[in-house]
């Protein structure tokens, strides 16, 4: 562990000091007035108010009951001639207050309130008016969605009743939000990534960064991400779509990046107004949306709409330049239908290949159906292993580490990803096209080996986007590579890499290794009315077209005993 977090109890403080230093180093040209007055005031401001500052901007929400702030280690930093009695945080709360970036005693809507207070509390405050509606005895959130019809205007805490209590107001959260954004590039990510690095819970790969190793170029592509995370708020919110569509952009961003935000919004938004039966909208929505799989749905609204000549037209220009493999598996399928449904001769189907089935009726133990195939067919000399998605996706970033990681432009922001932020981007492959090239070219003798072998030791445990240390142990490793033939290895990565996003998914459940032999055997596992997903058949036919063995297992329960 790099360093203990609890020798220093302002660990956090410490922290917030390192985003601040990082912002303005990367982002000083960016920063608006605001925000560059905060980062310098902030530095002006006593430790102890520092501290408290940084305790409130990482718990959440922006309200907080002053005696629910309960820091030793800041009360102990304030000099002695400076405390007050049964206020151990006042003189660290006054700055705050002076530079008006806490309110110390802001307005609460009715729902503010009932969050803060408890339920007890709440009752004291409006007992009689609960009591005359008749609902003494119910819920909290009744009592909200009662009183709340009385339309109640915002009131300070003791014009609600209470002057017992301090409710303090964070004024800086928006401002602080851009910061958050700015270092880390998104706003999934949060203060507590510091705190799982330091304790050692979370390792992450260290990527060289430059000045320019950003997220942003420019501050109107910093309000736009904002602007379009507040439309999927608004959507969550459940705000009708034709208000949010209203302020979307729509021209495309010149940043890919933001533009594959704008692009996935239109397409929640679309799929929220099929889900409304809104079909028309839908698909206006679909047309205008670059989301993979938005053409795909637009064609199948155009058939709801029953639409089929403009049905037909689409789809034939999606054969002649399929966005993926999972938009030529829809095509096979909707051909037929509008043929049909215009009146054209049916178009030729193309061959599909058989996987090898083999059915099993095994007795249930309590287990999953996919544990119970493996403790079935696992003998010593042919283990099998539950794998799933991680073994393929293990090895190939095992192998290609150093191309996953490198240290591209639009790529890495912060100390803190488990990834590049460009992996689900259609470009990925290509914009490091020659660093791929490199690490499937020791595919072609046993280098490859040592190559994985060593990324295994070296990276043990830091975090990727593919490779799940807990499910890919040093044995399985060792007999993996045993029974994996390089050829083979090579074409299931470069598949992945076709389509990362669609491919990363759907491997079979199981694999069978014979390491005497040097050879395996790929189980697709099903139970009693289970089905095969796209995205396996998809996988399922692209093995055997290379003639790579794999079979899917059917199940069925014997008689008698409980069922899973």
Same mark, same amino acid.
């Given at each position: 562990?790099?360093? &203990?977090?609890?020798?220093?109890?302002?660990?956090?403080?410490?922290?917030?000091?390192?985003?601040?230093?990082?912002?303005?180093?990367?982002?000083?040209?960016?920063? %608006?007035?605001?925000?560059?007055?905060?980062?310098?005031?902030?530095?002006?401001?006593?430790?102890?108010?520092?501290?408290?500052?940084?305790?409130?901007?990482?718990?959440?929400?922006?309200?907080?009951?002053?005696?629910?702030? &309960?820091?030793?280690?800041?009360?102990?930093?304030?000099?002695?001639?400076?405390?007050?009695?049964?206020?151990?945080?006042?003189?660290?709360?006054?700055?705050?207050?002076?530079?008006?970036?806490?309110?110390?005693?802001?307005?609460?809507?009715?729902?503010?309130?009932?969050?803060?207070?408890?339920?007890?509390?709440?009752?004291?405050?409006?007992?009689?008016?609960?009591?005359?509606?008749? *609902?003494?005895?119910?819920?909290?959130?009744?009592?909200?969605?009662?009183?709340?019809?009385?339309?109640?205007?915002?009131?300070?805490?003791?014009?609600?009743?209470?002057?017992?209590?301090?409710?303090?107001?964070?004024?800086?959260?928006?401002? $602080?939000?851009?910061?958050?954004?700015?270092?880390?590039?998104? #706003?999934?990510?949060?203060?507590?990534?510091?705190?799982?690095?330091?304790?050692?819970?979370? @390792?992450?790969?260290?990527?060289?960064? %430059?000045?320019?190793?950003?997220?942003?170029?420019?501050?109107?592509?910093?309000?736009?991400?904002?602007?379009?995370?507040? $439309?999927?708020?608004?959507?969550?919110?459940?705000?009708?779509?034709?208000?949010?569509?209203?302020?979307?952009?729509?021209?495309?961003?010149?940043?890919?990046?933001?533009?594959?935000?704008?692009?996935?919004?239109?397409?929640?938004?679309?799929?929220?107004?099929?889900?409304?039966?809104?079909?028309?909208?839908?698909?206006?929505?679909?047309? @205008?949306?670059?989301?993979?799989?938005? @053409?795909?749905?637009?064609?199948?609204?155009?058939?709801?709409?029953?639409?089929?000549?403009?049905?037909?037209?689409? /789809? @034939?220009?999606?054969?002649?330049?399929?966005?993926?493999?999972?938009?030529?598996?829809?095509?096979?399928?909707?051909?037929?239908?509008?043929?049909?449904?215009?009146? #054209?001769?049916?178009?030729?189907?193309?061959?599909?290949?058989?996987?090898?089935?083999?059915?099993?009726?095994?007795?249930?133990?309590?287990? %999953?159906?996919?544990?119970?195939?493996?403790?079935? #067919?696992?003998?010593?000399?042919?283990?099998?292993?539950?794998?799933?998605?991680?073994?393929?996706?293990?090895?190939?970033?095992? *192998?290609?580490?150093? /191309?996953?990681?490198?240290?591209?432009?639009?790529?890495?922001?912060?100390?803190?990803?488990?990834?590049?932020?460009?992996?689900?981007?259609?470009?990925?492959?290509?914009?490091?096209?020659?660093?791929?090239?490199?690490?499937? /070219? %020791?595919?072609?003798?046993?280098?490859?080996?040592?190559?994985?072998?060593?990324?295994?030791?070296?990276?043990?445990?830091?975090?990727?986007?593919?490779?799940?240390?807990? $499910?890919?142990?040093?044995?399985?490793?060792? &007999?993996?590579?045993?029974?994996?033939?390089?050829?083979?290895?090579?074409?299931?990565?470069?598949?992945?890499?076709?389509?990362?996003?669609?491919?990363?998914?759907?491997?079979?459940?199981?694999?069978?290794?014979?390491?005497?032999?040097?050879?395996?055997?790929?189980?697709?596992?099903?139970?009693?009315?289970?089905? *095969?997903?796209?995205?396996?058949?998809?996988?399922?036919?692209?093995?055997?077209?290379?003639?790579?063995?794999?079979?899917? $297992?059917?199940?069925?329960?014997?008689?008698?005993?409980?069922?899973?």
């Amino acid at each position: 562990m790099a360093r &203990q977090i609890l020798d220093d109890p302002f660990y956090y403080l410490v922290n917030f000091q390192t985003v601040l230093a990082w912002l303005d180093a990367r982002y000083g040209d960016l920063l %608006s007035d605001d925000e560059r007055a905060f980062i310098d005031a902030f530095g002006e401001l006593p430790r102890p108010s520092q501290a408290l500052l940084v305790r409130m901007i990482m718990r959440k929400g922006a309200l907080f009951r002053r005696s629910k702030l &309960q820091y030793p280690e800041i009360a102990e930093e304030i000099p002695a001639a400076q405390r007050c009695e049964g206020e151990p945080l006042a003189p660290a709360l006054a700055p705050l207050i002076a530079r008006g970036w806490v309110d110390p005693a802001p307005t609460l809507t009715l729902e503010a309130l009932f969050a803060l207070l408890t339920k007890v509390e709440v009752q004291r405050l409006f007992g009689e008016r609960l009591a005359a509606l008749g *609902l003494r005895q119910a819920s909290k959130r009744a009592w909200l969605a009662a009183l709340d019809e009385d339309d109640e205007p915002p009131r300070t805490l003791a014009e609600w009743g209470r002057d017992d209590e301090t409710i303090l107001a964070l004024g800086v959260d928006a401002l $602080c939000e851009r910061l958050r954004l700015m270092f880390f590039g998104n #706003l999934h990510q949060g203060w507590s990534e510091f705190v799982l690095a330091d304790l050692g819970m979370a @390792r992450y790969e260290r990527v060289a960064f %430059s000045s320019g190793s950003r997220a942003f170029a420019s501050r109107d592509e910093l309000e736009s991400y904002l602007h379009l995370h507040r $439309c999927r708020e608004r959507l969550a919110d459940d705000e009708p779509v034709s208000a949010i569509d209203a302020d979307v952009p729509r021209e495309a961003h010149a940043n890919p990046w933001l533009e594959a935000r704008r692009a996935k919004l239109l397409y929640r938004l679309a799929q929220h107004s099929e889900r409304q039966g809104e079909l028309g909208a839908a698909h206006d929505l679909y047309a @205008r949306s670059t989301h993979p799989g938005a @053409r795909g749905r637009r064609l199948r609204m155009l058939e709801r709409l029953e639409r089929f000549g403009e049905a037909l037209e689409l /789809a @034939r220009a999606a054969e002649r330049e399929p966005e993926s493999d999972a938009e030529r598996q829809q095509l096979v399928r909707v051909m037929p239908r509008l043929h049909r449904r215009l009146g #054209l001769p049916r178009p030729a189907a193309a061959a599909s290949p058989e996987t090898e089935r083999f059915d099993l009726e095994l007795p249930f133990a309590g287990l %999953s159906v996919e544990r119970t195939v493996q403790h079935h #067919l696992g003998v010593p000399e042919a283990p099998v292993h539950y794998v799933e998605n991680t073994l393929i996706g293990g090895l190939f970033g095992l *192998l290609c580490w150093e /191309a996953i990681f490198a240290p591209l432009p639009g790529a890495f922001f912060n100390p803190f990803q488990r990834g590049p932020a460009d992996l689900a981007r259609s470009d990925f492959h290509a914009r490091r096209r020659e660093l791929f090239d490199g690490c499937l /070219a %020791s595919l072609e003798s046993d280098a490859y080996q040592e190559l994985i072998r060593r990324t295994y030791v070296e990276k043990q445990g830091i975090q990727s986007p593919f490779v799940s240390w807990e $499910c890919l142990p040093e044995s399985l490793l060792e &007999q993996a590579l045993a029974c994996l033939p390089a050829a083979h290895l090579r074409l299931c990565f470069e598949r992945l890499l076709a389509d990362i996003p669609a491919n990363r998914a759907g491997l079979p459940d199981l694999i069978q290794l014979w390491p005497g032999q040097r050879r395996y055997r790929m189980i697709e596992v099903k139970g009693p009315g289970d089905r *095969l997903q796209d995205n396996q058949r998809r996988w399922l036919a692209f093995f055997e077209r290379h003639a790579m063995p794999v079979g899917v $297992c059917h199940v069925r329960w014997a008689p008698g005993g409980a069922r899973a």
